[in-house]
């Protein structure tokens, strides 16, 4: 299982001015922490209650039909498009360049094992999407469009536009190039689907976008490039299994929501910095800053009562940022805590050769790179708490689907235990919706015409 040492926000090491005293913290939120559990178990399989995602661990069926379809379009691809935006693509995107080898398109095909390339459009900056539909051969490519809403402007003006090639290219067959990921019924994207006879997957009822990674949204793409989805379940299930444990205690995911609840409410460090020393993991970062961010940031607390909350999260990699941030995080304003994330053992052992005998790099040869970065994750770890900056580190066994997986389930629900401790609403997202309402307003979408004609004035031009 993956681990979480804390011992670097406890006022032992920290100091009581900034250091958390947690064996009194925790025992005394340990009842709340409790309910907080317990009520999240009971109301999960409730409609309306956005908690169907930690039913995703146990998800044969999909898991089942993902499969049979990749096994289908196998070999007719070399590449697949995923078209989607923020928990449409964020989880795809990271938990790709974790497992699929570094470099993956760029490598030959037979090094990548007869599998596609796989490509993330996930904005709409009309340059970097022409060069890609110049670059991409739209025959061989597989378009896995994903919206949940089926209405999202970035996501279906990008299919809009793949569509009308691939038809002019394909003819009517241009549709076995599609697979759309929606909701099972409503939607523009789901009418459109049913009337040209795509393919589709089901973005699951009650599951929101940011915590979609393991429903058909993350699993077809995963599928489709050969990641072994059944691992990466497993791994979601374990850690739910684990996470069911009610004691604080034993519950990494609870012990970090009260970590941070307590960092940002008692001691003033409202800045949740995630860096992992992996280039692999770096767009765990990315995906975590979604998270953390659309969950817990609130104007109203769950009683109507304007709270304005949520701590604010930040992306960062170990080692590159060593020499860009943490001058800033050891020596700045107490306003942060920093998540390390550890992996124990690499893939590849790279050894640094002895190849000069000057003073000042001799040292580092005939050690590996290996022993160089995780030196460099414990050594940053320790400055920070000696300049009383709390941190804390995940680890991770080994980079591969079911540690990563159980990572990101673990994410997900120490969010939705901080969301019940800031007493607001985890799984809605009212300051996303409202741009998106006015990007249809400007964009001159039916329904929208007095919104427009507001915006317009205020945005004076
Ligand atoms: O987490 C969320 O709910 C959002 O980030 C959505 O995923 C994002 O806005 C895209 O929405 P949709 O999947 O409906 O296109």
Known sequence: MIKLNYKNVTEQVIGEQYGLNIEKEFNEYAPKIQSIIMDLNLRKDKPGQWLQWMN???NEETVWYVKEYAAMVEGRFDNILVLGIGGSALGGIAVTEALLKPYWNLLSTSDRG????????????????????????????????????????????????IKDRMQQLLGDDYRKNIVATTDKQSGILRQIANEEGYKTFVVPDD??????????????????????????????????????NTDIWKN???????????????????????????SRLKYVSDWYVQLWAESLGKEVDKNGNVVNVGPTPIKALGATDQHSQIQLYNEGKHDKIINFIRVEEFDTHLEIPK????????????????????????????????FKRPNLTISLPKVNAYYLSQLFYMLEV???????????????????????????????????EESRETLTCKIGR
């Open 414 to 448: 120490q969010t939705a235990i901080a969301g019940e401790l800031y007493n607001i609403n985890t799984f809605n997202q009212p300051g996303v919706e409202q741009a998106k309402n006015y990007t249809y307003a400007l964009m001159g979408r039916a329904g929208y």
């Open 56 to 58: 995703l661990g146990y």
């Open 207 to 244: 599951v929101g976008g940011r915590f979609s990674v393991f429903s058909a949204v993350g699993l077809v793409p995963f599928a489709l490039v050969g990641i072994d989805i059944d691992e990466i379940v497993e791994g979601v299930k374990i850690m739910d299994l684990a996470l069911k």
């Open 252 to 278: 990494i995911a609870a012990q970090n929501a009260l970590i941070h609840y307590l960092m940002d409410t008692k001691k003033g460090h409202y800045l949740s910095v995630m860096m992992p020393y992996s």
């Open 114 to 161: 007869n599998q596609p390339r796989i490509f993330f459009l996930d904005n709409i900056d009309p340059d970097q999407i022409n060069a890609l539909l110049n670059m991409l051969d739209l025959r061989r490519t597989l378009v896995n469009v994903i919206t949940k809403s089926g209405s999202t402007a970035e996501t279906m003006s990008q299919f809009m536009i």
């Open 355 to 386: 190849i000069f005998d000057c003073t000042g790099v001799n040292y580092l040869g005939g050690k590996s790179i290996n022993e160089l970065i995780n030196a460099e994750a414990d050594s940053t770890a320790v400055a920070l708490a000696d």
